[in-house]
């Protein structure tokens, strides 16, 4: 993720002086660039506006998406059409937080980086590259209103005499499932202590699925 980010500075200026780009949080308050929202919540709107000033005109403007904590839902449109002097475009942009099998609890609390890039034509006809990249901060709270269970169940799959290397030898699997209900919080390890009658000869450990929380 970006480091060395001062959100309370950031500005709207871009690398030509006619066009200005904010990216925002809060559709009353363009300085809002930072949040804290439950990880759960699904209102979340980025707002990023683009205003052209003083002449000219911008085209083929996009936004592309850097290092980020948070997925942008399905179908939002990430391109402005033609921007003319003395006019601004705004896109709404809902974005939810990232959470699938495996979770990086670096992703709870970290600054999100957004591109805008496209092409100015200033009053004299001449053709500018524009790229200006900002930054916006997501804390994901893990807030729960509910009792949420911890899962741990286990089965034997194998239990049975066997020969093995011209000897009789009990054969015993277990099946052990773990986890939290859901998936809700991310689990950073877990230890599983299992006690047996008899102290086995040997005893192999794999994982047939995991899914981590990491």
């Not at 948070?70 to 990430?78: A, H, T, V, Y």
Request: glycine share 6%; charged share 25%.
């Amino acid at each position: 993720m970006p480091v060395g980010i001062n959100l309370l500075n950031q500005t709207n200026n871009t690398n030509v002086d006619n066009v200005k780009f904010d990216l925002y949080l809060s559709q009353s308050d363009k300085s809002q660039n930072t949040i804290t929202k439950d990880i759960n919540a699904g209102d979340i709107i980025l707002y990023a506006q683009v205003k052209v000033q003083n002449g000219g005109v911008l085209n083929e403007a996009t936004l592309s998406i850097g290092e980020r904590n948070f997925n942008i839902k399905q179908g939002s449109e990430l391109k402005f059409d033609t921007i003319v002097s003395g006019q601004s475009s705004i896109l709404e942009i809902p974005i939810e937080a990232i959470k699938g099998e495996k979770f990086n609890l670096g992703l709870l609390n970290s600054v999100s980086e957004i591109t805008l890039k496209g092409k100015y034509t200033n009053n004299e006809g001449e053709e500018v590259e524009l790229e200006s990249t900002k930054n916006i901060k997501i804390t994901w709270d893990l807030e729960v209103e509910e009792d949420i269970n911890a899962i741990l169940e286990q089965s034997i799959i194998t239990n049975k005499i066997m020969q093995i290397e011209g000897a009789r030898k009990r054969i015993v699997q277990l099946l052990v499932k773990s986890g939290m209900e859901r998936s809700i919080f991310p689990v950073k390890q877990s230890i599983l202590k299992i006690d047996v009658a008899v102290h086995p000869e040997d005893v192999v450990v794999s994982a047939i699925r995991h899914k981590s929380n990491k």
